[in-house]
């Protein structure tokens, strides 16, 4: 099974931190983008006719921002292109200042079965330091609206003024209005966003505080019975988010739309980040790739440690075996004598200790270098 992913570059502002493809001055171009999107697809059609899906998920951007009858036909010309199973999860990301009861009931006619709430923050002070365009009360509204449904909720460790005790009152408030997976992401401020110059003048936490507002969220989510199963991702039991498992696993993901990204037989390929560049391709039946590049097989070995350890899973080194047919403890025996103290090693299973694992990337490093 394989993933799709669709991407709509449009919202109401443009949030301090984000570096993702949004316009949110060209949402009057919203028709003719997902015309072009539907239209991509059927590019696709008859190279992926032998692939079977069972995810779909609309990110952005703001998706919940354009008229929902374009996520309609979004999710109709899925199913007419591909083999999209009938069970298919069906993400779609919204945020909370941009959905109304009539909205959501649409979205849920049409398939999707999984919502993914941008809350951040549950202090309204921080939501407006940050740009975003709701309210602590807001999120609530929605969450009222998303009742009984799969939702997720986003929250952002290392913003400006936050302590430990933020994080876990803004966890609480998500776990309490219903949300059955909380996405605890660490901010990292990017060159050319307004938030990187709080980055350079000092006003962010440092990498000390931001792992003790890790360490503060994921103990108080434990205790709230969300199992962690990737280094950001927390759920209650069964809600764990399959299009993510699929990126973890390293399976393979066809991407839609500016800037999205694919993996398929090894290749890896990225669309147009410029969207009058993405209107001019699809206009003249171009495909909008501007990088393709074959991952070779030490690529494709250390993508498969790297995603592996962001796990809470871990590695398994007879799938390892099975996909490389080498042998993992003999060939990266070195590093594995270097990070021992950090991982725990039970059989075939290879797992950083919960205790490191905000930490791994220091730790699949070593994977690399070896």
């Not at 803004?170 to 996405?183: P, V």
């Not at 003999?330 to 950090?342: G, I, N, Q, S």
Request: net charge negative.
């Amino acid at each position: 099974m394989a993933g799709i992913y669709v991407h709509i570059p449009f919202c109401k502002s443009k949030c301090s931190y984000c570096d993702f493809a949004s316009f949110p001055d060209k949402l009057c171009y919203a028709e003719s983008y997902m015309a072009c999107v539907y239209r991509e697809m059927s590019f696709r059609r008859k190279e992926l006719k032998d692939y079977s899906f069972d995810t779909l998920y609309i990110g952005g951007g703001t998706p919940s921002v354009i008229d929902e009858s374009y996520i309609g036909m979004l999710v109709a010309s899925a199913r007419k292109n591909f083999n999209l199973a009938k069970d298919a999860e069906i993400t779609i990301e919204i945020n909370p200042g941009t959905v109304t009861a009539d909205k959501i009931e649409f979205y849920k006619k049409c398939g999707v079965n999984r919502f993914s709430v941008g809350l951040q923050s549950a202090i309204d002070s921080q939501l407006e330091d940050i740009g975003r365009i709701h309210t602590a009360q807001d999120f609530l509204d929605c969450a009222a609206l998303l009742k009984g449904e799969n939702f997720n909720a986003d929250v952002l460790i290392g913003l400006k003024g936050q302590s430990p005790a933020d994080v876990e009152y803004t966890i609480d408030f998500a776990a309490k209005a219903g949300a059955s997976h909380i996405s605890m992401y660490a901010l990292t401020p990017e060159d050319g966003t307004p938030i990187y110059t709080d980055y350079l003048n000092g006003e962010l936490p440092d990498s000390d505080e931001v792992a003790a507002m890790y360490e503060a969220g994921y103990k108080k989510l434990k205790q709230l019975g969300f199992a962690r199963y990737e280094v950001s991702n927390f759920c209650k039991p069964g809600k764990e988010s399959r299009h993510n498992l699929n990126y973890w696993h390293r399976g393979e993901y066809i991407g839609f739309g500016v800037s999205a990204s694919s993996c398929i037989k090894n290749v890896r390929f990225t669309n147009t980040f410029d969207l009058d560049e993405y209107f001019k391709c699809i206009f003249t039946e171009h495909l909008p790739v501007i990088t393709s590049e074959e991952v070779d097989e030490e690529g494709q070995k250390f993508e498969f440690i790297m995603l592996a350890l962001r796990t809470s899973a871990g590695l398994d080194a007879a799938e390892y075996k099975r996909l490389f047919k080498t042998d993992f403890f003999a060939e990266h025996k070195a590093a594995l004598a270097k990070t021992a103290r950090y991982l725990e090693i039970n059989g075939s299973s290879v797992r950083i200790k919960d205790e490191y694992l905000f930490v791994q990337n220091s730790i699949i490093i070593e994977f690399m270098e070896s």
